[in-house]
């Protein structure tokens, strides 16, 4: 029992120790300034990929109904653009992968203070890294839509 009790005060002390708070808070920060980038991110690749597709289309808006029943007629058409126009898509996926990276960056950043790694990566590394994150999201949001 006092070795629990022991290994809990360590962890807390840790945790203020490390600028644990300090830590959360830039990573919500960047999770909430990251989440609509991240979201306009996706909707860039599955408009790239899909975007031809009506039925792909009205699936779409209804997922996007069901889980926002006050969405309102005008957001469904800007979301409509965003899929269906090819034109800016590949400037806007750099624009919003940008954007989003700066998420996963405080994610490693916090990760690199916990376990106190001295060593950075470099950013092209890092930058790599992410991406592929990314692209194993989507790649698991796409099986979920596949599969419902």
Do not use: W
């Not at 920060?29 to 039925?55: E, K, W």
């Not at 808006?61 to 409509?80: A, C, G, N, W, Y």
């Not at 090819?86 to 490693?108: A, N, P, R, V």
């Not at 990566?121 to 698991?140: C, E, H």
């Amino acid at each position: 029992m006092m070795r629990y009790l022991r290994m809990l005060l360590k962890s807390f002390i840790d945790f203020f120790r490390d600028g644990g708070l300090m830590l959360a808070g830039s990573m919500s920060f960047f999770t909430m300034m990251a989440l609509v980038p991240f979201c306009l991110f996706l909707v860039t690749i599955l408009g790239q990929f899909l975007g031809h597709n009506r039925d792909f289309y009205q699936f779409f808006v209804s997922r996007l109904i069901s889980f926002f029943p006050r969405i309102t007629s005008q957001i469904t058409e800007e979301i409509k653009r965003i899929i269906t126009y090819h034109g800016l898509g590949k400037y806007s996926l750099l624009l919003y992968g940008f954007l989003s990276y700066q998420l996963f960056s405080s994610i490693e950043s916090a990760i690199n203070v916990i376990f106190k790694i001295r060593v950075k990566r470099s950013m092209i590394v890092s930058f790599i890294l992410s991406l592929f994150v990314v692209t194993m999201i989507v790649a698991v949001l796409f099986i979920s839509f596949g599969a419902t």
